[in-house]
């Protein structure tokens, strides 16, 4: 009786918290827009994905923290980050970022994506672009083949 | 010419499949012993043709035939002979030959194995992989060709992802492939048993080695994607739960639980049913993981829609093959298992647990892999299941699975003696307690409490798998069969790897920097001294070099060399990180971005055990391939009466 007890004390619990471990880890993707229109909610962790606008990129000199504007071409959102950014973040780029939006309307971010390859875009954010008539898609040449962003 | 030949080939091996498929299963579905006799010749003759196909593809790539597509896309002019014939898989369409060949490969293992084996046994394994490959090389010809040429032709191709010019990444497909469709043999063995409804201790006895070899080859790939994905992709991380990852990792749990579950069907002539449906699960979720990654449906659900051919050919197949494969076991499985004849303490219910805490990982990952895709497709949001969701939901099953390993592994068949089990390895569960708390603090300080549990549970696993080895060396205890030792280092390679995971996990230091030329910053007890900066030119890049001194109170221990390099046909930057590697710690350095004022970023870290992760990794394969060698596999058919040696505590699990 003992042991059956334990193993469905131990089982519940074990669902709770695989229950609360998914709750709590599921990170919804917006754009700016739905940010600007308010849908992410408050405190919570979200992922902010577009271009990185041409031209927004700032660096004090020698100093680890950058500043950007995330767009999708409606609206545009400042972007902080500290760190270092990955070898493909690129101004005109599609880029995600995982973090917080700041009380000053500002997104911080922990973490900074950019895209695999040459040729793969975050689909979100393929999605996004498309959706806004923007070409999608690095090399417009070539052929157009799959090649899955990092094989394995 | 030579693609046309390549598809020549193909297309005559899919013949062949079909040939393979039909007339074992039939003939020995209706006893016909003329039509179960083309098993074996169907076999080779499709090895032959694949191994054709698959050769003239490889000679375009060495050739640099650009008018073939795939060729075009993956390879260039550039790249060294070794990766060219490499980039055969970086693509789709190259992959997936590369699949069907092993297949092959494996489906000729089994053949020339098979003359053991009762003719229709055999004839209906041999069918059962020729229907795989006749599904995946149908697939090949029809929506997804690597002979297709392409006009007008290019000048050169588009190279290989930078990523992937590595030679960690070159071997990593192959030898997780190897693994993959390795489970397809204890599928094709358990569908066989199935349709002639006897499934028995011989049998299951067969299986294995077939079993262990897949998952020894998967242990190794996954270990392999994982390192490289540590030092090449430029973070230091060693697993990411992405799903491509999960795609590699879930058929590797099911594997393992199901070379538990085999163990109890050959000593104790139970579990069948469960044996049966690991067998089937642990190749479903291969094929899975295969579409999975190389279909493109990661990379948008909705693009995977738009192409209908493909997805809907994907969709088909798993659904007959799985689909299938579940009938038959709902149709043959009831009444296979006797009622359990074990005491609730005893080995069996260990392995039982095992089984149940493995499939329960492997359902809870599968549920954070595809639930995302499932909303997205239901249009109902883009969503990403997190690493902490992974974390949580793994340790959740493993952490008990860890601690009752060690006690199981020493547990008597039917029914042991749980305080003589407790008496018997109290020594090793003191000794895990104690050190786990003392090294821990000593060499790092002091952490979360379930550190110390996660040390702790590693030293215990370690300790109780070596403890019959190392009374065997002072010549105590029972003689020790190769599948014992075999086990035995299979599991301490656990308790490696538990300990590496949870020392590196809670004292690892990840930190970016700025960091000025000449300038030295603290990272723990190293100090980090950006020296210099340089260009230097390779094979077909170009790379910055950085020179960082590292030293320990005062005393020079590294020198690194972390690189950006640009290779020119993408013109993609890369990291390549600056790693000095050692048992106790590794010290890794990337070179980040220009920050202006003569500052760089640097990605400094301190990663304590790491090595211990992929050690314990090969120590587990290592035990696998002993296990194999054990000499009742390679024995004539054996009577009953000859092996039955159940009931000794110390038999193999």
Redesign the interface.
Known sequence: ML?VGLIVVGVSL?VG??LR??Q??????YSPTQVLAGEPPQGRKF?LGGLVEEGSLV?Q????KVKFIVTDLHNELPVTY????P??FREGQGVVAHGYLQPDGSFRAEEVLAK?????MA??V??LLAKEGHPVGG?AA??A???????? | MIPELGQLCTTIALCLAVVQTFFPLVGAQLDKPAWMAVARPAAVGQFVFLALGFGFLEASFINNDFSV??V???SNSQLPLLYRMAAL?????G?LMLWVLLLAVWTIAVTVSSRRLPEALAARIIGVMGFISAGLLLYIISVSNPFLR?SPV?MDG?DL?P??QDPA?AM??PI?YTGYVGFSVAFAYAIAAMLAGRVDRQWARWVRPWTTAAWMFLTIGIAL?SWWAYYE??WGGWWFW?P??N??FMPWLIGTALIHSLAVTEKRDLFKGSTLLLAIGAFSLSLLGTFL??S?V??????FASDPARGVFILSLLIIVIGGALSIYAWRAPGLDRNAGFK?ISRETFLLVNNILLSTAAG?IL??TLYPLVLDALEA?????????FD??FI??MLPLVLATGLGMHAAWKSANLSELLRKLRWPAIIALISSITITALAWGTGPVLTYVGVAAGIWLLLSSLRAPVMRLFGKGPRLTASMIGMQLAHAGVGLFVIGVTVTSTFSIET???V?LGETVQVADYAFTFKDLQQRQGPNYTALRADVDVTRNGRKIAHLNPE?RIYRV??????EAGIDAGLGRDLFV?L??D?????W???IQYKPMIRFIWFGCLVMALGGLIAIGDRRYRAAVQTESSTVNAGTATRPA
């Open positions: 042991t074990a918290l695989t471990a998914f709590e880890n599921m990170l919804y993707f992922r660096r000199p020698g100093e680890l500290e760190g270092v950014l070898d493909l695999h390859d040459e040729n793969y689909p979100e393929a999605e090399k070539g052929p083949t799959s090649q899955a962003p990092v094989q394995n | 597509l795939v075009a896309a993956t898989w970086g693509g789709h369409e992959s392409l290019p588009n992802n990523l992937l990444m990593h497909p997780l994607g992709l430029g992405d491509v990852e795609a590699s990654v190389r493109g990661l990379v948008s659900v909705h693009a609730v809870l549920l954070g949001g883009k969503i990403s299941v997190g690493k902490p969701y949580t939901v959740i099953p970016d920097q700025s000025r950006k993408q013109t993609m930057p890369m990291t990337a980040g971005d920050l202006g004022n003569n500052a970023s640097l990605r």
